[in-house]
């Protein structure tokens, strides 16, 4: 198994291969870059009753898409199958950065943990809350 040295290391070689990547448009892959999975959890799902009789069509009920508890597993920073379109794009760049082992946010910024996150999709009348979190290999 690898040392906390060397696992430091190879995210940061990984990291300087994006960089290399994005700003100099080196031919290096997306495979390159990536160091981890990222493990997405559905968490929470509402319905919110006053947008829903404003807005909505009758009937229309919470999200039937996904289910509190499932889990997807993102491989390469890439949209796991079988997670709605409207669940991933608000996520999509987070884990993104996760799998090439960026941080969601400046530490401390505004949670616990700066390898995770929780974010909504983007349904406001049914919303689905999901916990983001990069996966150690």
Not at 36 to 53: G, P, R, S, W
Not at 90 to 107: F, H, K, M
Not at 110 to 124: E, I, Q, S
Request: glycine content about 6%; some cysteine.
């Amino acid at each position: 198994e690898a040392s906390e040295a060397e696992k430091k290391t190879k995210i940061r070689q990984a990291l300087a291969i994006c960089r290399i990547f994005r700003y100099n448009k080196r031919r290096a892959t997306q495979e390159d870059c990536a160091v981890k999975k990222v493990k997405i959890t559905i968490v929470k799902k509402y319905y919110d009753t006053e947008l829903a009789e404003k807005y909505a069509i009758p009937a229309l009920g919470i999200c039937p898409v996904h289910q509190v508890g499932e889990s997807f597993l993102s491989v390469d920073g890439r949209q796991p199958e079988g997670l709605c379109d409207f669940a991933w794009l608000p996520i999509r760049e987070c884990v993104g950065q996760l799998a090439r082992g960026e941080l969601i946010q400046p530490s401390g910024t505004w949670l616990r943990d700066d390898c995770k996150g929780v974010f909504a999709c983007v349904d406001g009348v049914r919303p689905v809350i999901m916990l983001v979190e990069a996966m150690e290999d």
